[in-house]
Nanobody, 126 residues
Framework: QVHLVESGGGLARAGDSLTLSCTSS????????MAWFRQAPGKEHEFVSG????????NYADSVKGRFTISRDNAKNTVYLLMSALNPEDTAVYYC???????????????????WGQGTQVTVSS
């Protein structure tokens, strides 16, 4: 069974930065497109950011573009999400996801991801 483990969530104030990490001991990240999704209370899952297997392309939701940065370290089997200029609308449970895709492709739909973490809570106060 594959486990993705997120860490780095917590409480923040508006304007703060947080970095989320995701790793796995069962899944080889270099073989997968990786992404972060989030779900705020009462809302649907939302694509936040994704990064291609080749590590050459990244995609961001408009709501986080310019504030969040996704990266991956395949040698460490870890993907990161640097979140800057946080605001209360970023409050959500953040999920790491892994899926199959061509090397340069970044998928944005939940159905394209096969493996999911349990999520880490990010709460931003004003």
């Amino acid at each position: 069974q594959v486990h993705l483990v997120e860490s780095g969530g917590g409480l923040a104030r508006a304007g703060d930065s947080l970095t989320l990490s995701c790793t796995s001991s069962e899944l080889t990240f270099r073989d997968h497109v990786m992404a972060w999704f989030r779900q705020a209370p009462g809302k649907e899952h939302e694509f936040v950011s994704g990064i291609s297997r080749s590590n050459s392309r990244a995609n961001y939701a408009d709501s986080v573009k310019g504030r969040f940065t996704i990266s991956r370290d395949n040698a460490k089997n870890t993907v990161y999400l640097l979140m800057s200029a946080l605001n209360p609308e970023d409050t959500a449970v953040y999920y790491c996801a892994a899926g199959q895709a061509p090397a340069l492709s970044v998928k944005t739909q939940r159905r394209d991801y096969n493996y999911w973490g349990q999520g880490t809570q990010v709460t931003v106060s004003s």
